[in-house]
Every structure is written in structure tokens, then in C-alpha cells.
């Protein structure tokens, strides 16, 4: 196989193996790695007997994934304050038209889905991920890990049962996320606490992810008074601070990221049932925002 041919095949299947890995990480940064070490295989490797490409690329990337994720566990132990994923900025292009195809896109990405399999175990992660994000079947899977179809599909089984339970049932219409979206920035940035109260539900729940690194909350708030208080008190001092705001898509959601001098400061995502705020989830430690750099420099 020539040299261009290699490199055609493994870019035609990177956004596949960049899905896998960011879905089993969490982290940009770790996916890119990751898929970096899988091309270095792939390059590398004899491809005589390779007869579905995508397929190799994609069990290099997920055993290089497993061993990454281990490793992780062991330091996220010890993180400061609430963990969440690194915010990832998504469009599914024309290709994916909002339909149920991009439904499962987005959810597969979302951070309450990704927040859940963080409780996961690797495995169970792994199968999950293959499964409900990409469809393979149990057979594929199976190969991939190396395991016997029979512990896999108890894997799946398992891993299915657990993140249906306890992912929260957050509504599905990005049009009416993003107006709220909208109505949040608005009564926030003006002050206007009733406004903000009125957006949010009685017992709405803010995670604030800093890892030490910046200021947010070092435990998940509860309550609308505490949630919007705080909220109103952090937005209005961020106005007075030149903070600057900006839609954003990331995570299969509208979201929004604040910015000062052209750098990310925060990133935001709101979770909506029933027509009211039910999370804020906050990313503010500043080794996840560096993927929304381009967009932070291109704030007015």
C-alpha cells in the first residue's frame, strides 16, 4: 500500500476513531493522543492481512483508549472539586440533517451521558460506546476486545441498564434549549434575579468543573435560590470584568462560552425538562477550554 493511500485511508476514518476515543475519554486533548498512537500503528503496521480498514483502526484505538482510561481513573481519584468532559465543540455538518441520526450523535456526546459513563468501568465504557454510539454489533465488539460474545453483551447489557438509570431525562428540542439558553444569558448578565429564578426548576442542580485550577464551586449547588444567586452574583461580576458571551454548539447542545481578551474563560451547558433549567454545568479549568480557543478569538 503506498504511502499517500495510507494516509488517505486512515483520514477518511480519523472522524470515527476521534468519536471513539473522545466518547471513552472525556478529553480532547487525550482523544487526539490517542488517535495519533493509532495512526503510528497503523502506519507502521503490516496491512497484508488487512482486509476491513475501518474496523483495525478502530480496535487500535479503542485498546489504546482502554489503557489511557486506566490510567486516568487513577488521577481523576484525586481531582479537585466536581469532573466533568472536556467541552466539544460539535456540527454534524450537512451530511447528518436533524434527524433521529443526529438524536443519537448528539446524546451519545452529551455531558450528562458522558458525566454517567465516567461511573462506568472501562469495559463496560468500551462496549457502550461501541454499541450505542456506533451500532457495531456484538460479534465486532467482541473481537475488538478480545472477548467472548456471551461476557460482552452482558457488558452491554449492564453498562445500558446503568446509564439508563441514571443519566438525567433532559428534553431533546434544541430550539427550545437554545431559547432558554438565551433568556439565561439575558436575566444574568442584567441582573435581573426574578428573571433568572423564573427560568430555573425548584430543585435545579449546578456542577462547576475547576479541577483547582480557576474559581467554581468545589461542590455541585442545589436549590434555585442557591443556584441563581450564585449565577447572578459570578455573571454580573464577569460583565463588569469585560466578559464577553457567545453561542456556541458543543456537546450536541447549545451552550455558551464567556471569554475575556480574546481567551476561553468559561463554558456553559444547560440541561431543560419540562421547559425549565434543571442543570448548569460549568467547565472553567482552563486544560479543557484550549479546543475553544478559535472560537473564543472570534468574539467581537
Given at each position: 500500500?503506498a ?36 495512526w ?145 444569558l ?10 433568572l429564578?423564573d ?40 460583565v ?61
Open positions: 500500500m504511502a499517500d493511500t495510507v494516509t488517505d485511508v486512515f483520514e477518511e476514518h480519523r472522524p470515527v476513531l476521534m468519536g471513539v476515543a473522545y466518547r471513552m475519554l472525556g478529553r480532547v486533548a487525550d482523544a487526539e493522543d490517542v488517535v495519533q498512537d493509532a503510528l500503528r497503523w502506519s507502521q503496521a503490516d496491512r497484508s492481512d488487512v482486509r476491513e480498514p475501518r474496523a483495525y483502526m478502530v480496535r487500535i484505538t479503542t485498546h489504546l483508549a482502554l489503557d489511557r482510561l486506566r490510567r486516568a481513573q487513577t488521577r481523576r481519584e484525586a481531582y479537585v472539586g466536581p469532573w466533568l468532559p472536556e467541552p466539544l465543540v460539535t456540527d454534524f455538518g450537512p451530511t447528518v440533517p436533524d434527524t433521529a441520526e443526529r438524536a443519537v450523535l448528539a446524546d451519545s456526546v452529551s455531558l450528562a451521558v458522558l458525566v454517567v459513563l465516567e461511573s462506568l468501568s472501562p469495559l463496560e465504557r468500551a462496549v457502550f460506546v461501541l454499541r450505542e454510539a456506533f451500532g457495531l454489533p456484538f460479534s465486532d465488539i467482541a473481537e475488538t476486545l478480545d472477548r467472548g460474545e456471551a461476557a460482552v453483551r452482558r457488558l452491554g447489557a449492564r453498562a445500558r441498564k446503568h446509564v439508563e438509570e441514571r443519566r438525567p431525562r433532559f428534553d431533546a428540542d434544541p430550539a427550545q434549549q437554545r431559547d432558554l439558553t438565551e433568556r439565561f439575558a436575566a444574568a448578565s442584567e441582573g435581573d434575579l426574578d428573571g429564578m427560568l430555573l426548576a425548584h430543585d435545579v442542580r449546578l456542577v462547576g468543573d475547576s479541577g483547582g485550577k480557576a474559581k467554581a464551586p468545589l461542590r455541585v449547588i442545589e436549590s434555585a435560590d442557591k443556584v441563581g444567586r450564585f449565577l447572578d452574583g459570578a455573571t454580573r461580576q464577569g463588569a470584568d469585560g466578559m464577553r458571551f457567545r453561542f456556541v454548539e458543543f456537546n450536541g447542545g447549545p451552550g455558551l462560552l464567556a471569554s475575556r481578551r480574546g481567551e476561553p474563560d468559561s463554558a456553559f451547558q444547560l440541561g431543560v425538562v419540562d421547559g425549565k433549567i434543571q442543570y448548569v454545568y460549568i467547565v472553567r479549568n482552563p486544560d479543557k477550554l484550549r479546543s475553544l480557543f478559535s472560537a473564543a478569538e472570534q468574539m467581537p
